[in-house]
């Protein structure tokens, strides 16, 4: 079965980056055709959609965060990564990773949050 888990600060100064990763078990980040995802849920509201990096290394990302986010991986770790920089207190958020199979994501790491305070 496949299993993620994030993993990074708990806390972020205003203006610095956030920086978390998640760590894949059960299956590799490199297998055709999964994708994989972060996805963030602010306090009170709903999912939103930050980016994904397909099994052959492509990136994506939310336009209205494309210029701050960046997402990478470590293939000997089995591990993908999300930066996002110039954080402010409305970043405040549980992160997710998650795994996407066609339109579907099917696996989700159990989030963790990052509160963004100086």
């Known amino acids: 079965q496949v299993q993620l888990q994030e993993s990074g600060p708990g806390l972020v100064k205003p203006s610095q980056t956030l920086s978390l990763t998640c760590t894949v078990s059960?299956?590799?980040?490199?297998?055709?055709?999964?994708?994989w995802s972060w996805i963030r849920q602010p306090p009170g509201k709903g999912l939103e959609w930050m980016g994904v990096?397909?099994?052959?290394?492509?990136?994506y990302y939310s336009p209205s965060l494309k210029s701050r986010t960046s997402i990478s991986r470590d293939t000997s770790k089995n591990q993908f990564s999300l930066q996002l920089s110039s954080v402010a207190p409305e970043d405040t958020a549980v992160y997710y990773c998650?795994?996407?199979?066609?339109?579907?994501?099917?696996?989700w790491g159990k989030g963790t949050l990052v509160t963004v305070s100086s």
């Open positions: 990096i397909v099994y052959d290394g492509s990136t």
């Open positions: 998650a795994r996407r199979q066609a339109m579907c994501m099917d696996y």
């Open positions: 059960g299956g590799s980040i490199t297998t055709s055709y999964y994708a």
